[in-house]
Each structure stands twice: as C-alpha cells, then as structure tokens.
C-alpha cells in the first residue's frame, strides 16, 4: 500500500512540475512582475477615482435640484444628464486630442481625436486616462448648469455642452496638464501648479457660468426695481445637503486620484481635501451667523464646496495646516462673493460663479503662497499668470458664444414659459405630478 | 344648514376632531392654507437675503350641519381650539343651499 501511494504521489510531483514553466526566477523577471503589478494598481487607483468623480454628477445635480424650484425640475435633470453625456462624446471626439495631444506650439493638441491613440493591441493606458480626463471635463461643464438654471432654454444648454467639451475647456487644459500626456502645455512649462484643477476645471466652469448669468439676465423677480434682493428659495435643502456630501466624497476621487499613481503619497491629498471642506463649512457657517444673526444653511453648504474647490490646485503640495487656512479663508470670500454677485444683480442660484469661479481662482494663488517647498513671487506670478489666462481665454469665448447662441435661437425661454415652468414648457412633464408645485410664495 | 368654517392653528386638528366626533360629528374636510390676521408673520433669510413670510400655516375645518348643531359645534371648537396665544383661530358660519349625497342621491339634512 505505501508503495502504490509513493509512486502515485511522485507522477503526481513530477507532472505538475512540468506544468510550472521551465524558466528558474531572475531578478529581472521579478522586477518586471512587480513592475506590473503597480502598473495594475496605477490603473485600479485612476479608475475607480473616475468612478467617484463620475459620481460628482450625481453630487450637482442634487444641489441644483435643491437651490431651484420644483417646477424646474425634470429640466435641472435633464441637463445634468445631457452635459454628461454629449460632453462625453465632445471629448471623446474632438476634447481629449485638442487637450492631451501632441502639441508642437504649447496651445493646443493636434493628435488623438476619436480616442485614435486606442489600438487593440497597444497599451491600454490611454482608455484609463481618458476616462479619468473625461469625468474631469464633465465636472468643468456642469458647473455652469447651476449658474444658468430656471430660464435657459434646453437647446441651447445642449449647445453650449458640446463647445465647452469639445474647445473651452481642453484649450486650457493643454497649457497646464498637455504634458499628462502626449501634449505639452507653455503654462505648466513655465511650472504652474493646479494638481487637480482648481482653474483647469472650476475657474473655468466659473468664469463660463459668469458668461452665461450675464448673458441670460437675472430671473424674473429676483431683483426689486429698488434694486433689493427678492428670494427664490431652493424647493429642498435636503437634495441640496446631500449633493454636497456626495460631492466631498467624490472629491477624494478628484484630488487624490489626480496622481494616476497607486502611491503613499495620495494619503496627504486626502487629508488636505478633507480638512479644506470641514474648514470652508465652517468659516462659511460663522461668517453667515455673524451677518444674519444665524447660521445659514445655503451659505454653509456654498462653504464646504468653496473649501474643496479652494484645495484643489494645491492639495499634493500644501501642508495639512495650510489645507486648513486655505478652506477658512474660502468659506469667507464665498458668503462675499456671493452677497457681491447679487449687489451688482448677476443672478446665480446656486452659487457656481464664487464657488468655482472665485475660490478656483484663491486656491490657484493659495498653491503658490502655501507651498510647502517654499514660495516666491515668481511662483505666485507663474500663478497669477495662470489665474488671468483662464479668465482671458474662458470668460470672452463663453461669453460670445452665448451672445451668438441668443442672436440665432435665443438662450433664454420667454417670461411665460419660466413662470409657467420649464419642466411643462421644455419637456411636458411635471416632476412632482402628486403634488402642487407653484405656492404662495412665489413672485414669479 | 349651516357650513361652519374654522381656520385653526394645525397642531390642535386633532384634540378639535375628537371633541367633535364625541358629540356626534360623523364627517368634516380639512384644507392646509396660510393666512394672517393680527398674528404677523416672521423674517426669514436664504443664502444672504431676507425676506417676509406674512402667511402663517393653519387648518381650515369645513363642517356641514343642520341649524340646531352650530352653537354645540362651535362651543366645541372653541373649547378645544383655545390657547392663550395670539393666532388661535376664527369660526364663521355659512348658510348651506343644498345638500346632496352622490352615491344614493338622498338631498337635504338626510345627506349631511
């Protein structure tokens, strides 16, 4: 018996050894293996961060949902979806090339249109790029969906989604972060710093936003003939708050996730995108309590954004400490900016101008003052630079592009159909059918 | 016939029904409305700016009964409606026409 055992165990050795490779271990086998699995990593990290900045969709359109009223609803959802999804195919098309393609002047890219660095056989690494990239693009445009709610007709929303992912946006984007990739952009040459974007994607939805409101005018009784602020109140602070905390979760995708590295050195971003939230919530809360007497729910959720958004560009090169002032002093200068805007009777309602416009344009400058390698004024000028770039290349090129927009089709819905609603006039549908969605409180 | 009409404060709907229900009340409809009298509003503020709300919420009880209820059904609105607050409500009687029961098609005070 031990014999039939013995026998049976050694074909058994023996096979399964010739199964094991032939080829004994090198240290340049082992290298290349390991090599490949932090390749794999690079790859699990960048993609599922896309996933939680994808989800930052879900994160604007609640808050806008929110900050408007329920007679604009289904059309606060429709363009959250649309610009989603035809900003995806812009990009894909013709954004992605212009912003990461090779680019011989430092302006703008002139390869990789239709994703045509993708062939089956070749490094995938572009399909996991591209999806990070794209989600980035579509945060840029969303922005501006806010900014533009409750009287902009839905064609030319659509329009505007397409120009935005496929020029305005990635423009920009070639001259700071082109050479993520094949490009090369002159500004980060120059050493600009936004790691994940507070000008590249927030000053830019900002400064578009701004366009917009300007174009479009305020909303019918927003503002008396006195010039005093009449209040459209959001139909659900609820959405709001929770677009908010789906937008800080999202956000640890859209900071750390900017290495494309599965390394340690996401774990300060974290921290940094983290801290800056809890700060601006709070500066924003206190600065509301001190001029209103108590502390306002719209001002602080504006706040917490403001922090995230004022983090953003220095978030790899900032001390936690400076996360901290950085949001502070976000959460301040948004209640300003905000209250600013409504003096000079540009209606946002929700806040996008001086949430992404203005504290885009802070956190760009914090990124220079807090670095921690030191600052200069060459850094904070290199900064400065880029600040103004964006706005000289975004705010006049939205800006006409809204004006043609209204010339040829009009952007703007007739004062019927935005006191009727756009969810009847522009899609026939009512999103709350169970219930009556205009009130006593409503001036228009 | 008589309609009366009591707008209330909404939190006393309940203590009001049952009142009305003990002495014999088998049926009333209620209506959610805003509206103010000497009772003002408050000022409110919404992200930097203020503003009024004059209309307050209230409860509008409709009840259909003949003329010899109303005194009894006021004296129990009134007795359970009352707080010391300003607010607290008013009544007013209405004269009914017709009264008319859908289902079995029965007219006057058989179909209150």
Redesign the interface.
């Known amino acids: 018996m031990k014999i039939f055992y013995l026998t049976i165990t050694t074909i058994l050795m023996t096979a399964a050894g010739a199964w094991a490779g032939d080829e004994a271990p090198t240290v340049f086998s082992n290298k290349e293996a390991i090599d490949l699995v932090q390749t794999h990593a690079n790859y699990m990290w960048t993609l599922v961060a896309a996933c939680l900045v994808f989800f930052m969709q879900a994160g604007f359109a609640l808050v806008e949902a929110g900050f408007t009223r329920a007679k604009n609803l289904i059309n606060i959802m429709m363009k959250n979806l649309m610009d989603f999804s035809m900003g995806s195919i812009a990009y894909w098309a013709i954004g992605f090339g212009l912003m990461f393609g090779a680019s011989a002047s430092g302006w703008f890219g002139t390869t990789g249109f239709f994703l045509s660095d993708f062939t089956p056989d070749g490094d995938p690494w572009v399909l996991a790029f591209w999806m990070f990239q794209v989600v980035f693009a579509a945060t840029a445009a969303t922005i501006v969906s806010g900014a533009m709610a409750e009287r902009t007709r839905f064609v030319g929303y659509l329009i505007y989604s397409v120009m935005i992912s496929a020029f305005i946006y990635p423009i920009f984007g070639s001259w700071a972060w082109g050479g993520l990739f094949n490009g090369g952009g002159w500004l980060e040459n120059l050493g600009f710093i936004d790691f994940a974007g507070s000008t590249v994607v927030h000053s830019t939805g900002g400064w578009a936003a701004l366009a917009g409101a300007l174009v479009l005018g305020p909303r019918l009784g927003k503002y008396a003939k006195d010039g005093s602020?009449?209040?459209i109140?959001?139909h659900n602070i609820g959405f709001a708050a929770l677009g908010v905390f789906i937008l800080w979760l999202g956000w640890f995708g859209f900071n750390p996730g900017s290495t494309t590295t599965a390394d340690k050195s996401i774990a300060l971003i974290f921290v940094n995108t983290n801290l800056a939230a809890a700060a601006g919530a709070i500066a924003a809360m206190v600065v509301?309590w001190f001029?209103?007497?108590?502390p306002?729910v719209?001002?602080t959720l504006?706040g917490t954004l403001a922090g995230l958004v004022g983090i953003t560009a220095g978030c790899a090169n900032v001390a936690p400490g400076s996360a901290i002032v950085i949001g502070l002093v976000a959460g301040a200068l948004v209640?300003v900016s905000?209250?600013a805007f409504?003096k000079m009777k540009v209606d946002d309602p929700v806040?996008a101008i001086s949430v992404h416009g203005v504290c885009g344009a802070w956190g760009t400058l914090a990124a220079g003052m807090f670095n921690m390698g030191g600052t200069t004024a060459k850094i904070i000028g290199v900064q400065l630079l880029g600040i103004g770039a964006d706005f000289l290349w975004v705010f006049p090129t939205a800006f006409i592009m809204f004006k043609l927009i209204d010339k040829t089709m009009g952007l703007r819905v007739s004062p019927e159909d935005e006191i009727t609603g756009l969810d009847i006039t522009e899609h026939g549908g009512t999103a709350y059918p169970d219930f009556e969605v205009s009130s006593?409180?409503s001036q228009s | 016939m008589k309609k009366i009409e009591a707008i209330i404060k909404p939190f006393k709907l309940d203590e009001i029904k049952a009142g009305l229900e003990q002495m014999g009340i088998t049926g009333m409809t209620i209506s959610e409305v805003?509206g103010f009298g000497r009772q003002k509003g408050h000022r409110e503020?919404?992200?930097?700016?203020?503003?009024n709300?004059d209309?307050v919420p209230k409860i509008k009880i409709d009840i259909v009964v003949g003329a010899d209820q109303v005194d009894q059904v006021i004296q129990t609105i009134v007795d359970h409606a009352n707080t010391s607050q300003i607010g607290v409500g008013k009544i007013f009687v209405l004269p009914v026409e017709k009264v008319i029961r859908i289902r079995t098609g029965e007219t006057g005070k058989d179909a209150i």
């Open positions: 602020v009449r209040p109140l959001g509301s001029k209103f007497g108590k306002e719209g001002m504006n209640v905000v209250m409504d806040g006593a409180y | 805003r503020i919404y992200r930097g700016a203020e503003y709300v209309f």
